[in-house]
């Protein structure tokens, strides 16, 4: 919450064991520094985007189906969590390498799930890529390059028809849909 209302720069270890309750050593116990702090709410962020990523891409419906309403979620939730968390940006100026390295081991486990759901939706007839585990693996990177900020976009609905019409012509390109 602090670093939400404050930023990242403008907390203090200080000021979240005062939150806590809790003498700043005691902080100390649980986390090296502040960015392990941001490092492990950032882990805790992208392991529920990533639990409810492998839900979608292990559910029902077709190769299409799932990879569009993968692509979507990711896109979506990252929206809403920028709304929520406005200092974001803060954060990773803040913390660029050790947010990078930590964000794209989630990447490539997002691009090994769409890499799934492709190689499925190839077997199906659904898709028609050559190196499924390549192409899974450019759509996460490519939705990792789309994520914030998303100055361009005045409202949640402006952005999840952007996003809609980019999964449509992604599909087309795919075999899976048309544009």
């Not at 200080?14 to 003498?23: C, L, M, P, Q, Y």
């Not at 989630?106 to 077997?123: A, C, N, Q, T």
């Not at 190196?131 to 005045?154: K, N, V």
């Amino acid at each position: 919450r602090l670093i939400r209302h404050y930023g990242y720069n403008k907390t203090t270890i200080a000021d979240i064991a005062r939150r806590a309750g809790v003498i700043k050593g005691a902080v100390y116990l649980h986390f090296e520094s502040k960015t392990e702090i941001m490092l492990s709410l950032t882990d805790a962020t992208n392991e529920r985007i990533t639990t409810e990523l492998e839900r979608i891409a292990s559910g029902d419906g077709s190769p299409p189906e799932r990879l569009r309403a993968c692509l979507l979620y990711r896109v979506m939730t990252l929206y809403d969590l920028m709304k929520r968390y406005p200092h974001s940006g803060d954060v990773i100026a803040s913390m660029l390498p050790e947010i990078v390295d930590r964000l794209g081991r989630y990447v490539r486990r997002h691009g090994e799930l769409l890499g799934g759901i492709l190689e499925e939706g190839r077997s199906t007839g659904d898709f028609r890529v050559e190196d499924p585990a390549a192409a899974g693996q450019l759509l996460a990177d490519l939705f990792e390059f789309l994520t914030p900020p998303y100055y361009r976009f005045q409202s949640r609905d402006s952005l999840d028809r952007f996003a809609n019409r980019v999964v449509d012509t992604i599909l087309a390109g795919l075999g899976g849909g048309r544009c």
